[in-house]
């Protein structure tokens, strides 16, 4: 069978019994954590996957790599996959649950970069903005870099408005050397 059917199906099942018990969002979370933790720890996954290593410490290692202090149901949904071997793609099913918990409830990601530091002001405006846009809820990340000299870069879904001087530059040069 397919990995990405697998977590998929897994996922799935996690979903529906967290919106059963009204925990969903904080599974979400819990979730978001652990595939952050494989994409930050390489060696987790390493470490996950070796067969030498006894099932009660790979459980209180992703318990850990999830958050720690963590539901009951993300404790045995831990618990069911390394019963049933599955260790090796519990990575992809924490990023599938995430996947399917935004697109359950209509969340976009975003991104600001600017060349300065916002304001939170300033965020919330373009946060409003994109939410007006996709009518929906966004997560919304800010980025500083100063490459961009100044304006900003605004990104979501497969959307991208390049409103930077650096952008600006380019398009001039561009013409200029046409």
Not at 15 to 39: C, D, F, N, P, R
Not at 104 to 126: C, D, S, W, Y
Not at 150 to 163: M, P, S, V
């Amino acid at each position: 069978m397919e990995i990405g059917v697998i977590s998929v199906r897994y996922a799935r099942a996690l979903l529906k019994s967290a919106t059963e018990q009204g925990i969903e969002k904080k599974v979400y979370q819990e979730m978001q954590t652990l595939s952050q933790s494989y994409l930050k720890v390489p060696e987790l996954r390493f470490t996950i996957d070796n067969p030498m290593l006894e099932k009660s410490k790979k459980e209180a290692l992703l318990v850990t790599a999830a958050g720690g202090d963590i539901s009951p149901l993300t404790k045995r949904f831990i618990s069911l996959v390394l019963s049933e071997d599955r260790e090796s793609t519990i990575h992809f099913m924490a990023a599938s649950y995430v996947t399917l918990y935004r697109k359950h409830n209509n969340i976009t990601r975003g991104k600001l970069i600017t060349a300065v530091p916002v304001t939170p002001q300033i965020e919330r405006r373009m946060r409003e903005k994109v939410e007006s846009r996709t009518n929906g809820t966004v997560e919304f990340q800010t980025e500083v870099n100063p490459e961009i000299i100044g304006g900003y870069i605004l990104e979501y879904d497969t959307y991208r408005l390049d409103a930077s001087i650096q952008n600006q530059l380019r398009s001039i040069l561009a013409q200029l050397s046409k």
